[in-house]
């Protein structure tokens, strides 16, 4: 048997080219669709981006960070006198698109894959109100960082079509749902799936997405830990009821390790994801692969995660690969080509 593979977004790489070369040369045909690495400074996620704030006219620094923990990050707020609107916002994902398109036509020229999807990895919207503004942004702000978002999300899907599948990635959202105590968790899944699928129901008809469910990899470091798969079957669920027709939910990831953590092996943990509610046309990417687990205790947790869902997953790591060096992520590559034959 052999399944698919899931490549969550950035890889180490010198350029986007060298990255997703790196992947093809590693997983090859497994791949339903591929990112283009993320190299350079986009390989830290929303750093970059939310250090461009500092420029931005409308915000002033709130606390200072380094980015060296969750809990030193910078944190702006809109000046006194200030609007923040969604034209002074440019998150970068469409010069991206551009700098990465050409690379990716040409490799899957050469890999006669037609059907092989170009991935854009787009943050939602709550979480970059939230990390830029703190706890306050997502609530007074998220209508401008929508906006913004939105208008990436077109002018991409103007250029690439359906030949682009979206990656809106959602790391707070599953953050919050893990933290919140267990008789509130239902109500704050289905509160943050409404904001998520209101973005997707705003973007164009006929666009392809997916959903990676995060818990962060800041430093190969996560920014919280699950008691057991219930949050991300609750999240995921709460998605999938609201999810807008006319625009394809692809596949929905869900991280089993947490960044530097291995998986965890007692099955009581995974016992939650036999309440999973896919659609037959969603995958189930699984993000259980870490190389430094013995290989055939991988083989067996998938075989675990498989017969809780009820079907075949994508094998997948939990996160990006882009914060571990070369060797690292080339050993997590082929961990994951390892797992996706019997």
Excluded at 23 to 51: F, K
Excluded at 143 to 156: D, G, K, M, V
Excluded at 201 to 230: K, Q, V, Y
Excluded at 279 to 306: C, K, M, N, W, Y
Aim: proline residues 7%.
């Amino acid at each position: 048997m052999s399944r698919a593979a899931h490549l969550v977004g950035s890889l180490p790489g010198d350029s986007a080219d060298d990255a997703m070369r790196l992947a093809v040369s590693n997983l090859g045909a497994a791949l339903q669709s591929l990112p283009d690495g993320e190299t350079g400074e986009r390989h830290n996620w929303i750093i970059h981006i939310i250090e461009g704030m500092r420029g931005n006219p409308d915000l002033e620094l709130k606390k200072d960070g380094d980015w060296s923990d969750y809990d030193d990050i910078p944190v702006f707020r809109v000046r006194r006198g200030h609007t923040l609107h969604a034209d002074s916002l440019d998150f970068g994902h469409v010069a991206n698109f551009e700098d990465s398109w050409p690379a990716f036509t040409r490799l899957r020229e050469e890999q006669r894959d037609p059907a092989l999807a170009f991935q854009v990895g787009i943050p939602g919207d709550f979480d970059m109100a939230l990390f830029t503004l703190g706890p306050t942004g997502p609530f007074r702000n998220r209508a401008a960082f929508r906006q913004a978002t939105l208008r990436e999300i077109r002018e991409i899907y103007r250029r690439g079509g359906n030949d682009v599948v979206f990656q809106i990635e959602i790391p707070a959202e599953l953050a919050f749902v893990a933290r919140m105590p267990a008789p509130l968790r239902p109500a704050m899944a289905k509160f943050l799936a409404r904001g998520i699928a209101r973005l997707v129901r705003l973007s164009p008809n006929g666009a392809r997405f997916g959903i990676h469910l995060c818990l962060g990899d800041m430093n190969h470091r996560a920014l919280a830990t699950m008691p057991d798969t219930t949050p991300v079957v609750l999240l995921a669920n709460a998605i999938i009821k609201a999810w807008p027709a006319g625009r394809p939910l692809e596949f929905v990831h869900a991280p089993f390790a947490a960044a530097e953590i291995e998986p965890r092996t007692d099955p009581e943990w995974y016992a939650p994801l036999t309440r999973l509610k896919l659609p037959a046309s969603t995958r189930f990417a699984a993000g259980f692969v870490h190389e430094d687990q013995d290989l055939e205790v991988q083989r067996q947790l998938r075989s675990l995660i498989e017969g809780n869902v009820g079907r075949e997953v994508a094998v997948s790591t939990s996160c990006g690969l882009g914060r571990r060096t070369r060797p690292a992520a080339v050993a997590a590559l082929a961990r994951t080509a390892a797992l996706t034959v019997d």
